[in-house]
């Protein structure tokens, strides 16, 4: 029961369906609107027309009962006959009242003699034309009054009047007497729905929306299937990738949409080949990197074991050169753990208030025997003094990082220039030298992982390709930024930016 649910809610989570419903409600809300729209519209000009047929009907007859003066004389056989005659051809009836609401003329014989108060007859006796449509039975009623002023310019006043759905129900009233009024002529008479009858409309209506539902259904159906392909099509080529039946680029183009994402997912799979390159890559360095020292101190073990009276220099010089192995494979294996704590979030920070000028030359100090030996000048200017909120392990790695690249990637008798400066808001620190400098091509990816612009250069150094990257994590873990600007043969400078407060979460632009 659960997988049928979950199924369903697939189904109405899909674009095709989606489509397909919207071009559907598109397709048949709006005819089943205009059918009812149309439907009234017929109805009040079908009304309107048969109360007009009516009224014009009731103004003749009126005119003939003013001028014989039929009210007081009821038994004139020609306004009679002329009553009957004109109910006749309505296949209706005609009631003839005074101005009491005594029925003096009925065609159908059957209240002469009574008074009736009927709502629209003591209306009409107000000198208002007024109307009643019993929807249910399919008649019409309509109340028009006999006044002087009908003798005097032959009109009666304007039709008014509210349409129900069956007739009102009679409650007993004072009628007003008009001093014009004569009295009311009413009319009971079929509604003559002369282009077409309710049951021929309705049948012409569910037609016409069975006609639509079907062309609606038909053309969403279609619409969608066609508006989706594309989509379906490309997730198909996306998954052959996957599995390696096809390799990228795609060129599927079937719309300008897909276009864009066949272009999103062809540079995200070259990424992906790139990174994987680089991996590989970094894996052969590594394991190169990681095998060097020990073939080196296994070399110098075995030669010292094969030695029976070594001299004492040549021993210290031996266990100096394993020690530098030594040193060389720790530092490979630290930049490692240091990348996987960082893939695992557990470099969190321990921040605190750390006098930045003071870090710097301690790193600067570290340092300086390698930069002598390279016959690299090192050189530390500070323009204030600057406290900030920081991990002091962590930028101590970062600064480290910067600087001993700047020293190693250099010349004899090149240069590597740090300054440090502040403002309100964030420390500055800048490191540049007029080393080997970094091709063009290769600025934009100097910090992604295994990444190295010379691997020749690096092999020889000794680099993993990690130090950057790690370097701008940290950077961004403090709310900084790195950026970078070089030329290849003329040097390289490095600027940070990183905020003197450390605000948690807060973002720096």
Same mark, same amino acid.
């Given at each position: 029961?659960?997988?049928?649910?979950?199924?369903?809610?697939?189904?109405?989570?899909?674009?095709?369906?989606?489509?397909?419903?919207?071009?559907?409600?598109?397709?048949?809300?709006?005819?089943?609107?205009?059918?009812?729209?149309?439907?009234?519209?017929?109805?009040?000009?079908?009304?309107?027309?048969?109360?007009?047929?009516?009224?014009?009907?009731?103004?003749?007859?009126?005119?003939?009962?003013?001028?014989?003066?039929?009210?007081?004389?009821?038994?004139?056989?020609?306004?009679?006959? /002329?009553?009957?005659?004109?109910?006749?051809?309505?296949?209706?009836?005609?009631?003839?009242?005074?101005?009491?609401?005594?029925?003096?003329?009925?065609?159908?014989?059957?209240?002469?003699?009574?008074?009736?108060?009927?709502?629209?007859?003591?209306?009409?006796?107000?000198?208002?034309?007024?109307?009643?449509?019993?929807?249910?039975?399919?008649?019409?009623?309509?109340?028009?009054?006999?006044?002087?002023?009908?003798?005097?310019?032959?009109?009666?006043?304007?039709?008014?009047?509210?349409?129900?759905?069956?007739?009102?129900?009679?409650?007993?009233?004072?009628?007003?007497?008009?001093?014009?009024?004569?009295?009311?002529?009413?009319?009971? /008479?079929?509604?003559?729905?002369?282009?077409?009858?309710?049951?021929?409309?309705?049948?012409?209506?569910?037609?016409?929306?069975?006609?639509?539902?079907?062309?609606?259904?038909?053309?969403?159906?279609?619409?969608?299937?066609?508006?989706?392909?594309?989509?379906?099509?490309?997730?198909?080529?996306?998954?052959?990738?996957?599995?390696?039946?096809?390799?990228?680029?795609?060129?599927?183009?079937?719309?300008?949409?897909?276009?864009?994402?066949?272009?999103?997912?062809?540079?995200?799979?070259?990424?992906?080949? $790139?990174?994987?390159?680089?991996?590989?890559?970094?894996?052969?360095?590594?394991?190169?990197?990681?095998?060097?020292?020990?073939?080196?101190?296994?070399?110098?073990?075995?030669?010292?074991?094969?030695?029976?009276?070594?001299?004492?220099?040549?021993?210290?010089?031996?266990?100096?050169?394993?020690?530098?192995?030594?040193?060389?494979?720790?530092?490979?294996?630290?930049?490692?753990?240091?990348?996987?704590? !960082?893939?695992?979030?557990?470099?969190?920070?321990?921040?605190?208030?750390?006098?930045?000028?003071?870090?710097?030359?301690?790193?600067?100090? @570290?340092? $300086?025997?390698?930069?002598?030996?390279?016959?690299?000048?090192?050189?530390?200017?500070? !323009? $204030?003094?600057?406290?900030?909120?920081?991990?002091?392990?962590?930028?101590?790695?970062?600064?480290?990082?910067?600087?001993?690249?700047?020293?190693?990637?250099?010349?004899?008798?090149?240069?590597?220039?740090?300054?440090?400066?502040?403002?309100? @808001?964030?420390?500055?620190?800048?490191?540049?030298?007029?080393?080997?400098?970094?091709?063009?091509?290769?600025?934009?990816?100097?910090?992604? @992982?295994?990444?190295?612009?010379?691997?020749?250069?690096?092999?020889?150094?000794?680099? /993993?390709?990690?130090?950057?990257?790690? /370097?701008?994590?940290?950077?961004?873990?403090? $709310?900084?930024?790195?950026?970078?600007?070089?030329?290849?043969?003329?040097?390289?400078?490095?600027?940070?930016?990183?905020?003197?407060?450390?605000?948690?979460?807060?973002?720096?632009?």
């Amino acid at each position: 029961m659960k997988k049928k649910k979950y199924s369903l809610v697939n189904i109405f989570h899909s674009l095709r369906m989606r489509i397909f419903l919207l071009a559907f409600l598109l397709g048949t809300v709006p005819c089943f609107i205009l059918s009812y729209g149309l439907s009234y519209v017929y109805e009040q000009e079908t009304l309107n027309s048969n109360i007009l047929r009516v009224s014009g009907e009731a103004q003749i007859l009126i005119n003939e009962i003013v001028t014989s003066g039929y009210l007081t004389n009821p038994k004139d056989d020609t306004v009679n006959i /002329t009553l009957d005659s004109v109910a006749q051809s309505f296949s209706g009836r005609i009631l003839v009242m005074d101005n009491t609401l005594r029925v003096v003329k009925d065609t159908y014989s059957l209240y002469e003699g009574k008074s009736i108060v009927w709502d629209i007859a003591v209306k009409a006796s107000m000198g208002t034309t007024a109307f009643e449509e019993d929807t249910a039975n399919n008649f019409l009623t309509v109340a028009v009054p006999i006044s002087a002023s009908a003798e005097k310019s032959g009109r009666t006043s304007g039709v008014s009047g509210n349409v129900t759905g069956a007739a009102n129900s009679v409650s007993p009233v004072n009628p007003a007497n008009d001093a014009d009024s004569y009295g009311v002529i009413l009319f009971v /008479t079929p509604i003559d729905n002369s282009l077409m009858n309710k049951d021929e409309q309705g049948a012409f209506i569910i037609f016409f929306l069975f006609i639509d539902v079907i062309l609606a259904f038909l053309i969403s159906f279609f619409m969608s299937r066609h508006m989706v392909r594309p989509v379906t099509s490309l997730a198909r080529s996306i998954s052959d990738v996957e599995k390696g039946f096809v390799e990228p680029p795609l060129s599927e183009n079937r719309s300008a949409e897909t276009a864009r994402v066949e272009a999103a997912f062809n540079s995200y799979a070259e990424e992906m080949n $790139r990174q994987n390159a680089s991996r590989q890559e970094f894996v052969s360095n590594v394991s190169h990197e990681l095998k060097t020292p020990l073939t080196s101190m296994k070399v110098l073990a075995d030669s010292l074991n094969g030695m029976e009276d070594a001299p004492v220099d040549l021993y210290k010089d031996f266990m100096e050169d394993i020690t530098g192995e030594i040193d060389r494979e720790t530092k490979i294996i630290n930049d490692l753990l240091t990348l996987v704590k !960082f893939d695992k979030n557990q470099g969190a920070l321990e921040v605190s208030q750390v006098r930045i000028n003071e870090l710097v030359e301690s790193v600067m100090k @570290r340092i $300086r025997p390698i930069a002598e030996k390279a016959e690299v000048e090192l050189v530390l200017e500070s !323009f $204030r003094p600057i406290t900030a909120e920081v991990d002091e392990t962590k930028f101590s790695l970062a600064v480290s990082n910067l600087v001993e690249n700047a020293v190693k990637y250099n010349n004899p008798g090149g240069f590597v220039h740090v300054s440090l400066n502040a403002d309100h @808001r964030y420390f500055y620190l800048h490191v540049e030298d007029n080393g080997l400098g970094i091709p063009e091509e290769s600025i934009p990816h100097i910090f992604e @992982r295994f990444y190295r612009a010379d691997k020749s250069h690096s092999r020889e150094i000794g680099g /993993t390709g990690l130090g950057l990257s790690i /370097t701008q994590n940290v950077i961004r873990m403090h $709310r900084g930024e790195i950026k970078v600007t070089s030329k290849l043969g003329e040097g390289t400078r490095f600027v940070v930016r990183i905020p003197l407060k450390y605000i948690e979460g807060e973002e720096t632009r």
